[in-house]
């Protein structure tokens, strides 16, 4: 079996005037924070076969916290999101042969470390990608930054890195777990 569990939680300018607060401009949750995780997910499982949420909405709508799960035939992915508290942003990718962790922001270009199966205790490898390479990194946009560009240059109307079809995989699932909300 394999699995990803993700948290990814900060507090939020939550006021009807708040970009956050406001269903007209899109505010909530999901589609602000929640957007990371299933793109995480998506990334390293494929698209999911199932999705259960549940969440907390206020009173104008907009969704302020949700679980969600996305079955696989052979893995699941636990998410966890909100913006009404702070809490971890970190991420685990879990296998057979052991672990990966993410460290906090893992929807950036972040740390992380590998751990064995066989000797959980046992860090195998750990990097810091962006001290490696002498970059001042902290979000991680700039990747994509980059590849809007070189797309705009190629004369491109889409990316290659990020395929239309990925894309639409996270949007179905985050719609199912919308769906969910009521």
């Known amino acids: 079996m394999r699995a990803i569990t ?13 970009r956050h607060g406001d269903p007209a401009l899109a505010g909530g949750v999901l589609l602000d924070l929640g957007v990371y995780a299933f793109a995480l997910a998506v990334d390293v499982l494929g698209t999911p076969r199932s999705v259960s949420a549940a969440g907390r909405v ?12 996305l079955g696989y035939p052979d893995a699941v992915a636990t998410l966890s999101f909100s913006m009404e508290h702070p809490g971890p942003n970190d991420a685990s990718i879990m296998g057979d042969e052991g672990w990966i962790h993410l460290d906090a922001p893992y929807f950036a270009w972040t740390p992380f ?12 490898e750990s990097r810091e990608p962006y001290a490696a390479s002498g970059m001042n990194v902290t979000r991680g946009m700039q990747f994509q930054a980059l590849d809007l560009e070189r797309a705009g240059a190629a004369g491109l109307t889409k990316s ?10 996270v949007l179905e699932a985050m719609d199912a777990a919308r769906a969910q909300l009521g």
């Open 58 to 69: 206020d009173a104008v709508g907009v969704d302020l916290g949700l679980q969600v799960l």
């Open 113 to 124: 470390r590998l751990h064995d199966a066989s000797r959980p205790t046992r860090l195998v």
């Open 6 to 18: 993700t948290a990814h939680h900060q507090r939020l300018d939550l006021s009807p005037t708040g």
């Open 160 to 169: 290659t890195m990020m395929p239309n079809a990925h894309t639409l995989a």
